[in-house]
């Protein structure tokens, strides 16, 4: 009888318990914050709506129930943003303006966050649109804002899902304007083919104790398609090299005034790792080695540009290495024939294996190249005289002897009648900007080109220095250079020079 009713007991117990577990998880379930963002707050107008609303002056007050959402485009973790974060939706960009720092705790980069407008302030900041907590009273005509501040952050700003999907627009410089209301301004774009201009690529992101303006720019075309790339001094990469090669840069554009401007993340944001433009810009040094000769052809002259420490000058004189040189059709990537008659350094087939009657297509088929020239008349800009091909040599310590190889090519023998002869000299200068060269003897003594038929050679030619340059610790340069005027009337010649070789002992 007892073990009787401990059973009939026990019956209604378990199920009590039972019931109360799933009570229990039912309850524990629906508390749980849901998965996919704040479900109670529902944007009810794009950021592009919302930036319409201020077009100058002083700052315009939110004073309606306007909810904006956006994922976050960049955050304060690398230093290079502070007290400022960007979002974005499908129709823009915009920058909040926050009071305090390591935002990216609670806003992080692919975060959907809801923005409570009411109460906030929309301005400006040199042409870059953001919301702010106030009006920043002493530039208030210009559309300062001041920061939200911490204790109001939570009110306004509604955290969302993370890792949400962030895709960069890819753009062209060309499309990016400096406008209020700039569909790209404060989101996330995409620039392929850029690379940091040569005067930048021996500078870290930023200078020490000041930001960094570098700018990059791309192969097609060098003064239209560059870009300022700004680095915070307080950013965690601020002193880091930046990178050599070319490719794809992510960053968030902004502008400043009439400047266009990218701000990166982080270091992961720029993918230079590809070979850089093909460019007459000139790079580097000649590192001579321990291991004589060494040898330089232009054979891939069309794809990876001027060797390291070849330069091509126009306007140079005797006590002048000349400036950087026009070159035809911006760089070298594109072959020209001979007979083309335009200004400029160009990428030539070599007179190697060739032909004075060798056909365009020919030239354009050879795979041996050579770097060439052709002047025109007019020395105000970059014309006869004054061209010269350039060698920077880092030095050459511990060597003696040296001696220059190299051939010179007369390659227009086109037309009828003989045109202009172009007298070319070799010398030397010492240091990083030589304002006083040396004229040396080669062989042959006299080198020239010479435009039209009979007229297409291949001379090799030799330069001893004999002990002029010897065991030198500073920076040697050396120029293949027209001093004097052509002679003659007529056209002027096409010419090149390729297999270069300097040795030693």
């Known amino acids: 009888m007892q073990q009787t009713f401990k059973h009939k007991w026990l019956i209604p117990a378990v199920l009590l318990f039972s019931a109360g577990l799933f009570i229990s998880s039912c309850q524990k379930k629906f508390n749980e914050p849901p998965v996919t963002g704040a479900a109670d707050v529902v944007a009810n107008i794009s950021i592009k709506d919302i930036k319409a609303r201020y077009t100058s002056g002083a700052p315009v ?23 400022q974060i960007a979002i974005q939706d499908s129709t823009g960009g915009v920058l909040l303006r926050l009071a305090g720092s390591n935002h990216y705790n609670n806003y992080p980069v692919g975060r959907k966050l809801f923005v409570k407008l009411k109460g906030l302030y929309l301005g400006q900041y040199n042409g870059t649109l953001q919301f702010g907590g106030g009006v920043d009273t002493p530039y208030l005509n210009q559309g300062g804002v001041t920061l939200l501040a911490s204790n109001l952050q939570d009110l306004h700003i509604i955290k969302g899902a993370l890792n949400q999907p962030l895709v960069p627009k ?50 097609s075309n060098l003064s239209a398609n560059k870009i300022t790339l700004r680095t915070s001094n307080y950013s965690n990469f601020a002193t880091l090299p930046v990178p050599q090669g070319n490719g794809e840069i992510l960053a968030v554009y902004s502008y400043f005034g009439s400047t266009k401007q990218l701000t990166i993340r982080d270091t992961t944001d720029v993918r230079f790792t590809g070979t850089r433009c093909p460019t007459a810009t000139g790079d580097g040094q000649i590192s001579l080695g321990s291991t004589s000769p060494f040898l330089i052809n232009f054979n891939n002259i069309g794809t990876a540009g001027l060797p390291a420490g070849v330069y091509v000058k126009q306007d140079a004189n005797a006590g002048y290495i000349g400036n950087e040189a026009t070159v035809y059709n911006v760089n070298f990537n594109t072959g020209t024939a001979w007979n083309q008659t335009s200004l400029g350094f160009k990428n030539f087939a070599s007179a190697t294996g060739l032909t004075a009657t060798s056909t365009s297509t020919d030239q354009t088929n050879s795979v041996n190249r050579a770097l060439g020239a052709r002047q025109t008349g007019t020395s105000s800009t970059g014309g006869d005289p004054g061209f010269a091909f350039a060698f920077q040599l880092a030095n050459t310590t511990g060597k003696t002897n040296l001696q220059l190889e190299f051939l010179l090519q007369s390659l227009d023998a086109s037309g009828t009648t003989v045109g202009r002869t172009t007298t070319w000299r ?16 080669t062989t042959p003594a006299t080198l020239s080109t010479t435009f039209g038929p009979g007229n297409f050679a291949n001379t090799p030619v030799t330069v001893n ?41």
């Open 426 to 441: 070799v010398d030397y200068g010492i240091g990083d900007s030589p304002v006083n060269f040396t004229t040396v003897t």
């Open 170 to 219: 890819v753009v062209t410089v060309s499309q990016l304007t400096t406008t209020l209301q700039d569909k790209y301004v404060s989101t996330l774009i995409k620039l392929v083919g850029y690379e940091f201009s040569g005067a930048d690529r021996s500078k870290n992101y930023a200078d020490d104790g000041f930001s960094g303006n570098r700018i990059i720019q791309d192969c």
């Open 465 to 505: 220095f004999g002990t002029a340059l010897n065991n030198i610790s500073q920076k040697v340069w050396i120029r293949i250079v027209a001093l004097s005027s052509t002679s003659g009337g007529g056209n002027r010649p096409s010419t090149g020079i390729d297999d270069v070789k300097f040795s030693w002992n």
């Open 61 to 83: 007050a939110i004073t309606d129930d306007a909810i904006i959402e956006g994922v976050v485009s960049c955050d304060d973790r690398s230093g290079n943003y502070y007290q």
